[in-house]
């Protein structure tokens, strides 16, 4: 079975502080993994994915196989980065559906 | 069209009522999935179409909820003999590819009184 945790339901940070948004997994393959962003009043949508190796907005997240954890993190939070977080996985069997964590909500402070 | 479309955007019904959710996915996307977004609960899979096929439905919750999608576009799921605890967002998201990431439709929020 596959599983996505994200330990925190809340993250609140002052503007220009580091942030780190944790995610842990639990699957026996070898998963891609991705992280949505749900901004206040608008739909869910991706922020970025493991297989692309990308940053977007500042964000960064590296996969880190012994210890089955995707954290996001981001140097400088900024005022317009307060949303709901979302980790998620596709496993190798599981027909390309997403399984996704309950989120973290971010709160960043002026 | 440019994103997926879902509709209505809200839907109050009475318990007991059946109510239908259409999603358009983005054209040219051959797989489609449906989620529910509830407080405190996250994002529930529900079920996930490869063109019209149902290869995993196994989210559906009950018998009193069903999907189908025709012509390889527009999705309908249907909720029979609604329930107070059916009351979320219900997400739809279309992929051509999985690995690639899903885009969400704007959702319906389903409330039952």
């Known amino acids: 079975a596959q599983r996505v945790t994200q330990p925190e339901k809340l993250l609140s940070v002052f503007k220009g502080a580091p942030v780190e948004l944790k995610c842990n997994y639990s699957?026996?393959?070898?998963?891609?993994l991705f992280w949505y962003v749900q901004y206040s009043r608008q739909r869910l949508q991706l922020l970025l994915r493991?297989?692309s190796r990308e940053s977007i907005k500042g964000f960064t997240a590296d996969l880190n196989k012994g210890e089955t954890s995707f954290h996001l993190k981001k140097p400088f939070a900024q005022e317009e980065d307060s949303a709901m977080y979302y980790c998620?996985?596709?496993?190798?069997?599981?027909?390309?559906?997403?399984?996704f964590g309950e989120g973290t909500q971010l709160t960043v402070n002026p | 069209g440019a994103g997926v479309s879902q509709s209505p955007s809200n839907k109050v019904t009475e318990k007991g009522k059946d109510v239908e959710l259409r999603c358009d996915p983005i054209?040219?996307?051959?797989?489609l999935y449906w989620y529910r977004q509830s407080l405190g609960q996250g994002l529930e899979f529900l079920i996930y179409?490869?063109?019209?096929?149902?290869?995993?439905k196994s989210g559906l919750p009950s018998d009193r909820f069903s999907a189908e999608r025709t012509g390889g576009s527009v999705s309908t799921l249907t909720i029979q003999r609604t329930q107070q605890e059916d009351s979320a967002v219900y997400l739809c998201?279309?992929?051509?590819?999985?690995?690639?990431?899903?885009?969400f439709g704007s959702g319906t929020r389903l409330t039952v009184v």
């Open positions: 699957y026996s393959g070898s998963p891609e």
């Open positions: 493991h297989i």
């Open positions: 179409f490869q063109g019209n096929s149902a290869p995993d």
């Open positions: 998620a996985l596709i496993g190798e069997t599981s027909g390309s559906r997403l399984t």
């Open positions: 998201a279309s992929s051509q590819t999985g690995i690639y990431g899903y885009t």
């Open positions: 054209s040219g996307h051959t797989a």
